[in-house]
DNA sequence: TTGTATGCGTTATCAT
DNA sequence: ATGATAACGCATACAA
């Protein structure tokens, strides 16, 4: 059977202290002891018992990933996927491991039987309300949350930069496009990214003095969901502030293309030619190419009767008919960085809170 | 600070083992005692430390993930990804977590720190060598393969249906589009799926008493890389049986659209035009939509003059112009059923091996 | 029905 | 430099 620390002592002829310390090569024991003891250990095969060694020292050395979402896909999501690939190379680096923890929204608090009390840090990777991340807090367990942020001290804060990316699209549809009347289509409005990009497509507006984009025939729809909109504290902490809804954003309940292509081809035949945008502003790759679809539908072209640039940069993207002009997001770099961000909340948990902003960039294709 | 069970006992003025078993909701504990304890618990927020339980126990609810793979992506992939969902939402219902862990190949053997003597059983999601297998073995550890299968007892092996997959594919082509000069190409054959895959193209050609595609401008590469080919043993679990390679098999290094198109492209233009394949089976989507790629390159349309078809109905081959003509895969099934198969090897470790098959199906689309 | 004592496999403290 | 022993937090066999 699998031999343990008391049976690589007695046969090495020492103590069970003695064989835990040479093990872990501690400078207290004599070289030579040192030897005959790793000797015995590898000719027996011998492997701690890492559960073991986790409550003797209070330190499991894994670490949760948590998403806080009902359903999947979690992982094979194109986004997050990534995402914990990258947290995956990073904790491996660090001899960390990963716990991958759907924690279904429904109950508002984490009782998951695991990440209680065996876990040495957590990232949380989707939106997640107050009450779990208290409770965090309660348990002294660091914490990491990824493309949100929120007034609590001794946390760390991954974004990527939305606003950036999405005022590069707008400057590249208005100064190097000539657009000017460029509608905005988004899932709800209270998912941060997505409020954020939309401020984005408002303030670049402002910048060249240009009109928002006003349809009637667009009906602003639910723009929040049942979701609190974004408060002025988080806004802040991303540099940024509350703004009130203006032109006539397309607001759809979701991220699917079928819902966005459902969504935009009665507007498109409802719309006076005259009235038309020149372009859209997608919230997301996968809005825009239902948007795509739906302008095909009617009978038009991308991008010489409507250009279409999108948010994510999904594989699919390039692969598409236009590929599609968007902004590069980096998944696998925030999960590096939530894992680094972790482990130095772990090394010093009065750490104070700071934001790590991940980069973003365009990149130009042919829609647009 | 936390309470321990020590705090909750003596607040409810019961001994540790009371209180243990009254959280266990163990019959043996007197109805009134047991609502004292579990008041006690609640007010003071208890939660178990799992592990200590684990330790206790020898049982700590964890399933390793494995990936045996040196690089990303690893549940970036969009196979994989979905495969954990799969396995993480049956975990989750057996109240069992999911712990990820690539394995760099370039260990043979699984030194994981903390997959040696913590976790309850683990799955091996990609081709793994047998020496790894052969340790889980020794430790007792509970394993379930994924997409191969080896000769060993108390094993499972959940493997798809790659073989009725290509056959299908090979008989739309055939019976139903009526070509008669079909071309494979695939990545190394010693991807004991891509094997199959051609098995099955292989089969058809009799099946229906047709000559096997055969182009002298295509030079057979280096068909198995650098692995082993499948062996005799291997495929007689699955039913099948070696064959020699027949006709001009076009293999790639890799599983990158771009090298299809690279690859294919000189073949399309060296080729005189009587000689050409009127439809490409590839042994997968992304290799597929390289061949497309370097069927417009050359001039040619698909699929009037050159039909393609893949395998694995990757999401963005749906969304791809024209649409791409492939088997469907279950990677989210796949996961489900190796946690399945895991925990019902984990019941009973004696358990005789069995292979667990899941379902693919054609999907026609516009590329063929 | 409950309590006592022991075990799980380590690490850490305190002697020697 | 090494060993005896406690501690980690819980489960459980055995006693009562």
Known sequence: MKPRLSDIA???????ATASRALA????????????????AKQYNYQPNALAQAVA?????????????????YFGH??????LDGAIEEARRHNYHILVAPADPANTTFDEHFIQDSIDGVILATF???EPIQEFRRRNIPLVLVNDAVPTPNNAFIVQDEYGGARAVMRHLIEERGHRKIAFISDRLSHLSYY?????????????????YNNPKIKLGNVWGNFPRPDRQKLEMLGQKVREI?????????????????????????????????????????????????????????????????FDDLPMSAAFTPPLTTVHANPFEMGQAAVQELLKLIANPQRESAIRWVDTHLVVRKST
Chains 1, 2 share one sequence.
């Open 10 to 16: 007695r046969i090495a002829g020492v103590s069970k």
């Open 246 to 310: 203006e032109g006539t954003p397309i607001i759809i309940e979701g991220n699917d293309s079928s819902q966005a292509r459902d969504a935009v081809y009665p507007i498109l035949m409802a719309t006076d030619d005259k009235d038309l945008p020149t372009a859209i502003f997608a919230a997301t790759d996968s809005l825009a190419l239902g948007t795509i679809e739906a302008i095909w539908e009617a009978g038009l072209e991308v991008p010489q009767d409507i250009a279409v640039a999108g």
């Open 78 to 83: 194109s986004f997050f996927g990534p995402m």
């Open 25 to 40: 090569n501690s400078p207290l024991v004599k070289e030579e002891t040192k030897r005959r003891v790793l000797e015995v």
């Open 57 to 73: 020292t209070k330190r499991s050395g894994i670490l949760g990933f948590c998403m806080h979402k009902s359903q999947h896909p």
């Open 128 to 130: 997640t309300p107050m």
């Open 196 to 212: 954020l990009r939309y401020l984005a497509y408002l303030d670049a507006h402002r910048e060249y003095g240009l009109e928002i």
